[in-house]
């Protein structure tokens, strides 16, 4: 302990769960794609590169992020302020910036930006917590949200918002002031559909609750991917023999609907392993966050592994047909190097937190 | 203090983490239920879903079956044709396609737009689309020559519906054609499938229309099988799943004869007319001819729409079935079976005998109905009544007649309704009553119309479906033979017989005798055909009167105005004494019943016979 550097900051838990999604996501990926080796072979770089940021990551002690969360915060925003500049459109959206010969989704480093700097901004504070430090916290989160989503990307938004709101619950926030905001919420619902949701998002929330309405046109999505979940049956329909995937019958396999690959190919017993493999992930994140030496390291395993578990429960959620389409990859599994690289670095940052057990007098 | 602090921080932190972290363990949970309901309860729906998605049935078109005459000649065959057919999806530019092929197979300029308006709407199909129907020698020759040029083309062996006799066969075998309601009889394959049919014929999806193609439309349809292919989320095809086989229709055996078939059009000529002849042993129909006629070869191949107009203008309704839906006075044609009635009623007997001075006096009024002949016949009993046919006889039978009785006795013999068992939109005539009269012309019945009844003038009309039908029940004396086409076999129903008490065996032997008389005595009406042939043949022959008169002078009028002349007809049976067939002959404007319709008569007949 006295010599940091002798010691390898590791989490074997941390590292065999996401050893085993990565591998079964190339796995999946392959067939998602209809056999594409180069989009694997992509996929298998990043991954590799991941599993290196993310032991790299682990090993600073955590008052490094603490102190470095305002610059990166601020260096985060300038980023996404370049893209919206200069970065090339695509599908309406600027979201990716260059940086050699990968893009990169600048809105992906504020997913990891906003709730340690919440952390950073809320973990001495006294409870329960101040309205001035509330309102300071809320107008940092919003301020991240409305950019992003002005991008327009609703899903990064919405997760950026949540990993925000998660920090800011878990720092202590009064029951009375959520009760509050969730009435207040209630009341601008129709502000928030009327004015601040586009045409395509509002169409994607009617079809959620009609799906029938319209087979062929915005619910085709999801129909598709119940069907091709529902005739994977207990066992699946076996490895690249799914023919709503395979036929593209299935929308947005290599992204999205991922999941709903794996249904059809590999059954009830294929979601089950898939699903237990997050939630160990989740449980033992949930240890590290409650084991953690301090406030911050408890609220930045918290937020971020949460932020992690919204990700993954809303993408779940779509494409069983729980929620409202919103784009939104499966952690791990999606085809993304942007994402793929964001939750490697929030990885690195929990076992970073998780595993330093040096007391710091406070 | 401090350590009190971070105690409450952490515990606050560790219930507010629980809270989340079991909740995102309850989604969880939510989502595997979820996918279990869609998995484990749902499978078999979305099992059913996802092959809906993916399977693409096509149906694979049955050839018909063929239709055969009584002695296993064919009247109806399925004739390969050869088509040129092209793959629109291998073909990147119409245009310098069509101009390639141009030298190979003709093209006119109409059926280049044609290909290129069906090439583009079906073009996101991987499917085959005819570009020339019904190739040459020549061209195939060339075609086949060049063909490695055209891998989008290929030359395919596509069926026509095709009978040797179009003409003398068009009614009874009626005509085929293309239909759009084949998808009700495989619900199985979506309706929007259809035009991707493989097909068999050249002319597509077809279905008969008339005669026996319509009536024995599901006979001789079979089942169509079904190729299914897999299909991308975009409708292409990606490869063939699987393919049943089409189960060919099945042929139909009939009784009818070419052989007598062709004599009768050959001797009706172009006269307008019928003939219906009927085996007596069997109730078969061997002859069903109406004149004119039309060519059910166009009509089933995709006739043009000026000729098709032009046949249903022709003054002459070629489409009109003259043998089952002509309707024509019986004239004294009819004179056995008020002869029948009149005995069985006890009205007259053999023995009885009356003056015939030409014309009968109706005693309530004074009309004056006359005979054939001026001066009348001298003393006639029933026997020489009929071989004369006189009017007198049966006018003065028919007064002493109820008319109630006497439709029912006509109905009993078959006439007022439908007695094919499988004629195509037979027509059942009509026996005229007194409620008729009264509810149509608000006239009462009157004593002259039963009169007139008598020598089958009048309001009573026949078909000469149901004449030869009565024609088969003299020959048979009694028997409902109930005549069909089709060669039916157990499906039969039982048979019926005409009995009355008033009319025993005795009596039919005095009928038949009396109505071999009238061909083969000296003083018989029809004596004319007596010589035309080898066996003795039964029969009665009529005029039948299209416009009634009084004077022989305004019949001189009447007869140089052609569709005004009488009808010629004649029923007939042979060969006697035991006879095998029965035919009724009608000719429209032929005049004389024996010397016009008799003809014809004994020459199916002897077609018949002779066979």
Redesign the interface.
Known sequence: MNKPFQKIYFDPYIFFSLFLLSILGLFFLFSASNADMSIVFKQFIYVVVGFIVMILISQPDPDIFRRMSGLFLIFSLLLLGITYLFGPEINGAQRWVRIGPMSFQSSELLKLAVPIFLAKFLFDK??PIQRKEIIISLLIIFCCFFIVFRQPDLGTALIIACSGL?VL????LSWSFIGGSIILLIISSPFIWNILLQPFQRQRIATFFNPESDPFGASWNII?S?????????LGKGFGEG??TQ???LPETETDFIFSVI?EEF??LG??LL?SI??FL??RC?YL??SARD?FC??VI?GLS?TF??NL?IN??MV???LPVVGMPLPFISKGGSSLMSLFIAFGIIVSMGTHKKFLP? | MIFEERQIEKNNFSSRATLLFGFIILVLIAVLIKVFSLQVSGYSDYQLAALKNKNYAVPVQSLRGEIFDRKGRALVKNEPTFDLITRPNLILDIDSFLEEIGPVIFLSQADKLKYKKLQKEKAFVNKELVLKKDLSAEEIARFNVRSFNFQNAFIAKRYRRISDYPLIFSHVLGYTSRTDDDYQSMPEIPRSHWKDAELSYAHGLIKGRTGLEQIYNDHLSGKHGQRVYEMNAKGQFVQPLSFFEPVKGSDLFTNLDIEAQKSAAKYLGDRKGAVVAIDLESGGINVLYSSPAYSINKLSNGMNEIEFQDLINDPDKPFFNRAIQGRYPPASTIKPAIGMYGLSKNIVNWDFEMKDPGFFTLPETGRVFRGWRKGGHGKVDMHKAFLVSSNTYFFSLAYQADIQELANHLSSLGFGQKVCLDCFDEDQAFIPTPEWKYSTMNEGWVKGDTVNLGIGQGYLVTTPMQLANYASLLATKGKFLEPSIVILGSQRKSKKIWQDNGFDNSDWSKMHTALLGVIESDYGTARSIRDLKEFKVAGKSGTAELVSLDSKEAYQEVRTSELLRDHSIIIAFGPMPNPRYAVSVVIENGESGGAVAGPVAIEVLKSLINE
């Open positions: 006294k409870l998660l619950f878990l720092s202590g598709q119940k069907v091709a979940i529902g005739s994977g049956g207990l023919s709503q036929l593209n019958f249904g059954g009830f979601v089950l699903l997050y939630l989740l449980l949930f966050a409650l406030r408890r609220l918290g949460l578990a919204a429960i779940l959620c069983v047909g729980l406070q």
